[in-house]
């Protein structure tokens, strides 16, 4: 296990380089100006500013001590939001991110699980139908319109909740419900499918045959073996929170992180875009890392061949 | 019985690492929660709090008067911090750290300023001449890597380009402190709108002591920054919410009724619209598909900026004659376009109709007459007119067909305003086919600077408030010409602004009117529009000025009337 764990965070630091240097690439290709009011200087004026930010160095230059303050984990200072550091910028808007993430995740998932053990269970019957036609809808309507909706209703309507903006726990229910539709749907679909088939097993025919309980055969044989392939589309699921919560951001003004990548590109402040990109990238891998050993943990198969 | 074992560890480790997670994450945004409620209280009895709530499109950028260079560092900085003079109603000169009109050489080089002893800093420090003489020199020292310094003060104050590029040293700035309230600044040139200028935050004083010991934390925090405004920031919790309270140590603090100003950063209108119908906040900006909703409601409005649009139109490209060298060419253009139809449908965001170069409201002549007012519309939609300037052209030019090509943005407005500008002009000439070019707008700087385009969709918004902000665009081989337009009237017009007139008001208005007639007499470029903003803002908000340069809103003499809202 230490050995494919080992071996694995090789893969991913040399994953890192490699996203770090193409995203470096990728951003001197870019067309654009990191200053405000580029129109308003000449060129000589302009050279003076660049020269505090190092632009004016030789590309290599510019690469070689960007991945050198990468490697000591310093992500540079932010050209729009002048002086400020971008991992105090980062810092400050992953909590946010991070909160509505989980806890979109997590209702998302248990009800989903729940969605689609009903259907299951009564396989064809009326709340079948109805399940299926929730998990449809969840997954075909886009989240920003759930949140306009929701918005509209709930805040602006029946003044249930606050419309929008961050200032305590009451203010992230609304973006946590509209955020975690897309995954109850998507947690559901595929709980049916697994659970239908999973029941159909021989092993369910033959502990009926023993004479368990139904509650029993469910609980103990049907959910935990319907579980397992959950676990490879949790990691998935929590990355694409994390980077899509950008449009319920924006929606409820939620001072979080992916609403900072596209201001950042949008004014070309490289620094705060790379940080942002290798932010997320390894989130990404070290989720897939997660959900790999998850597996292995949960699934033996796995992690026979992972040694062999 | 070792498999569930493992299965149950590991769903308590995931569990108790998003538990971990979500405690994190509201402990800090619990104690961000300070402002809560104040958008309910605010409805209290007549004229009760003094509290505005109001929006605000983005964090913002810098609240460092040295390196604010967009519309909202330029906003607050200017609240908390002041300079000699401040912006007041319409855009007049109100007193600021100086006390009385500046005293100026025969010259017009030497501004000799007396700043009031009474004025000081939140931590009790007096503002002394000093203050201004560190700030400047900061804003202008390449080390600090401002923009606004070298732009506003370049090719004013003495030595400021030498000084921005190394070539002088700091203390060669013509500005120095003869006593602690006295300020005397050299001038590389006559300008007589300095006095306008020093109302913008590149030029307010800074207290050294404070900012060397802060260093690198500068006005990164509100506790990093200094106060001697009218109002000091207590509160910022980034790309979120921001608090603004009076501040009782300014030196004119009872003229400042209002209390505290809290900012909510929002990004998307319709959440806007939702939290102003919910009473959470007391002003939120409209985009134009909310203007028709919204338009005849009566806390609607509309403020005009002063920016202004216009085409420009280039009379060589690249070393080639674009059929735009021909004037009755660029009169049939700059006439063939009905700018209703511009403001109305297409922008409708409270933009208006411009025939001019000068926005309207932005400055008055020494008669007190409004520029636009007395030059009137020099250049209108005339459709017969345009039809036949474009059959004279394409005789001139020897032409039947005619193709030009018009360089815009890519944003979705530039797109709906190109389409409209292609179908008017083709409609109206004859012959004449547009190929519309839509590019990043860093790109379209970048082609704006090699001249490469028949005609380029373009405006400009004035960082001061005198007519050489517009009138300055167009001389020959200029910056910000870029179009091959050459009038030796018009550049002698300009020049004798700044030289022999600079001196005489009444001489100098009449050398920018009449150059502006030129300039349109020649349709060097063809005016569209002049900008505007369209809000929602609440009845209580009252005595809140809107400037026609630097901040766009003056907070200092603005006050809460409660009871109006009520109604």
């Known amino acids: 296990m230490a050995r494919y764990i080992g071996q694995r965070v090789i893969y991913m630091i040399i994953t890192l380089f490699l996203i770090a240097t193409i995203s470096f690439v990728l951003m001197k290709l870019l067309p654009g100006s990191p200053l405000a009011n580029a129109d308003k200087l000449t060129e000589a004026q302009q050279e003076v500013i660049f020269e505090k930010y190092g632009l004016n160095d030789p590309i290599p230059v510019q690469y070689v001590n960007y991945l050198g303050g990468l490697i000591q984990g310093d992500l540079g200072i932010s050209f729009k939001y002048d002086n400020r550091g971008v991992s105090d910028i980062l810092a400050d808007r992953i909590g946010p991110s991070a909160q509505l993430g989980i806890q979109a995740l997590i209702i998302g998932t248990v009800l989903g699980i729940l969605l689609g053990l009903v259907s299951a269970i009564y396989h064809n019957g009326i709340s079948d139908y109805l399940s299926t036609i929730v998990a449809v809808l969840g997954t075909s309507i886009p989240s920003f319109v759930f949140a306009g909706l929701l918005q509209y209703f709930v805040a602006v309507k029946w003044g249930i909740l606050p419309v929008a903006t961050w200032n305590g726990f009451e203010y992230s229910i609304l973006p946590t419900i509209a955020l975690a539709i897309f995954p109850m749907a998507t947690c559901a679909r595929f709980m049916r499918t697994e659970m239908i088939e999973v029941l159909n097993e021989d092993y369910i025919t033959t502990a009926r045959a023993k004479g368990l309980a139904g509650t029993a055969i469910i609980f103990k044989h049907g959910i935990r073996n319907a579980l397992i392939p959950l676990v490879t589309i949790l990691g998935p699921l929590a990355v694409g929170l994390l980077t899509g919560t950008l449009v319920i951001e924006q929606i409820f003004s939620v001072p979080g992180i992916g609403e900072q990548f596209v201001t950042s590109v949008t004014s070309n402040d490289f620094p705060i875009i790379m940080g942002t990109t290798m932010f997320f990238a390894v989130v990404f891998i070290v989720m897939i890392l997660i959900i790999d050993i998850l597996y292995g943990l949960i699934d033996p198969r796995i992690r026979l061949s992972g040694k062999d | ?567």
Request: charged share 25%.
């Open chain 2, 1 to 567: 019985m070792r498999k569930s074992n493992w299965l149950l560890l590991a769903l308590v480790l995931v569990l108790s690492s998003f538990l971990a997670a979500c405690s994190g994450g509201s402990n800090s945004s619990g104690g961000s929660g300070g402002g809560e409620g104040s958008g309910d209280s605010a409805s209290g009895s007549a004229n009760g709090d003094q509290v505005y709530n109001l929006t605000i499109g983005d964090e913002i950028p810098s609240m460092d008067s040295s390196l604010a260079d967009d519309q909202y560092g330029i906003q607050w900085t200017s609240e908390i911090q002041e300079g000699l003079y401040r912006l007041a109603e319409d855009g007049s000169l109100a007193e600021g750290i100086a006390t009385g009109d500046p005293e100026v050489s025969e010259d017009g080089l030497t501004w000799t300023f007396t700043l009031r002893e009474d004025a000081e800093w939140e931590n009790g420090d007096p503002v002394t001449a000093n203050d201004f003489v560190y700030a400047w020199q900061r804003a202008i020292n390449p080390d600090t890597g401002s923009e606004y310094g070298p732009y506003m003060m370049g090719g004013v104050i003495k030595n400021a380009t030498a000084v921005n590029t190394g070539e002088a040293e700091l203390d060669e700035l013509g500005v120095k402190a003869v006593d602690d309230y006295t300020l005397e600044v050299q001038l590389e040139k006559p300008v007589p709108y300095f006095e306008s200028l020093t109302t913008f935050p590149t030029f307010m004083p800074l207290n050294q002591k404070f900012v060397e010991e802060q260093g690198e934390n500068y006005a990164l925090e509100a506790d990093n920054l200094l106060s001697n405004g009218p109002f000091k920031m207590t509160e910022w919790n980034h790309g979120s919410t921001m608090q603004f309270v009076k501040n009782d140590t300014y030196w004119d603090a009872d003229t400042v009724q209002l209390e505290e100003i809290n900012l909510q950063v929002v990004k998307d209108t319709a959440t806007g619209v939702n939290l102003y119908d919910t009473g959470a906040v007391d002003r939120t900006s409209l985009t134009a598909e909310f203007v028709d909703q919204r338009i005849n409601d009566e806390d609607y409005l509309p403020v005009p900026d002063m920016a202004s649009w216009y085409l420009k139109l280039n009379q060589n490209r690249m070393g080639e004659e674009t059929p735009l060298a021909n004037e009755n060419a660029r009169k049939a253009v700059a006439q063939a376009i009905d700018k209703d139809g511009l403001v109305n449908v297409v922008l409708n965001n409270g933009s208006t109709v411009s025939n001019g170069l000068m926005p309207k409201d932005f400055v008055k002549g020494p008669d007190g007459k409004d520029f636009r007012e007395t030059n009137g519309d020099l250049l209108t939609y005339d459709a017969e007119a345009a039809k036949e300037a474009w059959a004279t052209a394409k005789e001139e030019l020897g032409q039947d067909e005619i193709t030009l090509e018009i360089l815009t943005g890519d944003t979705d407005l530039s797109t709906q305003m190109v389409d409209y500008l292609k179908e008017q002009l083709e409609t109206n000439l004859e012959g004449l086919t547009v190929d519309v070019m839509q590019v990043p707008f860093q790109q379209r700087l970048d082609l704006d600077t090699a001249g490469d385009f028949d005609i380029e969709v373009s405006g400009w918004g004035p960082d001061y408030i005198d007519p050489y902000t517009f009138m300055n665009l167009f001389v020959t081989d200029g910056e910000n010409n870029r179009m091959a337009y050459s009038s030796e009237e018009y550049d002698s017009l300009v020049e004798q602004a700044s030289t022999d007139n600079a001196t005489n008001p009444e001489a100098r208005w009449q050398n920018f009117l009449d150059a502006e007639k030129v300039l349109l007499e020649d349709a060097a470029i063809a005016p569209l529009y002049q900008a505007g903003y369209s809000y929602l803002q609440s009845p209580k908000l009252q005595g809140v000025f809107s400037n026609p340069a630097g901040n766009d809103f003056e907070y200092k003499w603005a006050y809460a009337d409660n009871a109006a809202a009520e109604e």
